[in-house]
């Protein structure tokens, strides 16, 4: 199967009620560990990189990595730009061969977005590459080496969610492929229990025209991943629970034995926690035996 469309993956996501996971693998291990687990559990997958992580591993690094386990994977697999903010480096992931861009317009005013997201989707067209916009504004209080507010006290801050009337006509205006919409979630580590808007995202969803796709999905309980399935998305980016929870058990398996192993049993056991948690995720999206 390999390589696909992200339009494509998400119109399918959309008409069977399942959200295709869309991990940021920064590296090999994560890369492995997540095709495996995708091909055990027979789901589509997109594998994505954001920019704010270009200081650990550059897109030059990656591209080929994504590219070879996309081209050889046994399930639909979809790569992705994540968060792309600068026009330098949404034209060098094309180059480079994702076949997806998210392009992140979202601190803009709302015609600038538009303006923006329509010059990266007319580009993209041409070469066959899928278009994520982002309208409203996910927060990011505190994520894996990203600066921000210090606290999310912001996530209550309604005017920062998308509007599902402007949704409708960001889609329109813009031709983008899939819609990054704010509804009460944040990026990173949740300080407090969010409170997901439902009615809002069901509202966006009928009336956007494109498949919706959830971000800062990392500490939700599976009834919101549910119901926020429930309500239409089609995509839920996740990153932060697999980042921590794989140090956490490697720090375990490592107090456990007191042994000083070699650094190829360690990447074994990364690799095969990458695993263990892409799988889990790819049950609670509902994505497992939809490839
Ligand atoms: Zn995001």
New binding site residues.
Partial sequence: MSKISMGELLRDASRRGYAVPCFNAINLDMVRGIIQAAEEENSPVILCH?EIHFKYTSMEQIAPIMIDAMNRAKVPVSILL??GKSFSAVMKAMHLGFNAIMFDGSEYAYEENVQKTSEVVKIARTLGVSVEGELGY?TRPRSGGAEGEDDDSIIDDTSLYTDPEQAREFVERTGIDAL?AAFGTV?GVYLKKPKLDFTRLNQISRTAGAPVVM??GSGLSDEDFNAAIDNGVAKI?YYTGMALKVVEKAKQRMLDTQEHGFYHEFMMNVIDDFREDAGQIMRTFRSSGKA
Avoid: T
């Fill in positions: 954001a994540d968060h996910v990054a990026h971000h800062g980016n």
